[in-house]
Nanobody, 127 residues
């Protein structure tokens, strides 16, 4: 069984930066992908970025491409989401999720193939 815990959220002004962390524990060797998702109250959960743990391959949603960077520290079982040039529309609860299925490589931001979710960390960007 795998568990993930997010940290690093906060409040920043537009144009600012934050780095989110996702610490994985448990049977981490089965993790094929770690994804970051975000959700605003009353809205659908949106995929942000994914990293394939074996290859290091990354994938980004168009809305964050060029501003966000996902990376991993395998020794620490931690995935990071570096967020730069933040915009008010980036305001949301951010979740990291882990998937063991290889489908996560071909469907990187499909939330239904990620069975393990953290509790979320809030990011608020003011204009």
């Amino acid at each position: 069984q795998v568990h993930t815990v997010e940290s690093g959220g906060g409040s920043v002004q537009a144009g600012g930066s934050l780095r989110l962390s996702c610490a994985a524990s448990g049977d981490t060797k089965i993790i094929a992908c770690v994804g970051w998702f975000r959700q605003e109250p009353g809205k659908v959960r949106e995929g942000v970025a994914r990293i394939h743990t074996q290859s290091g391959g990354t994938y980004y949603a168009d809305a964050v491409k060029g501003r966000f960077t996902i990376s991993q520290d395998n020794a620490a079982n931690t995935v990071y989401l570096e967020m730069n040039n933040l915009k008010p529309e980036d305001t949301a609860m951010y979740y990291c999720a882990a998937a063991s299925l290889v489908r996560c490589y071909l469907e990187p931001l499909n939330p239904y193939i990620y069975p393990t979710w953290g509790q979320g960390t809030q990011v608020t960007v003011s204009s």
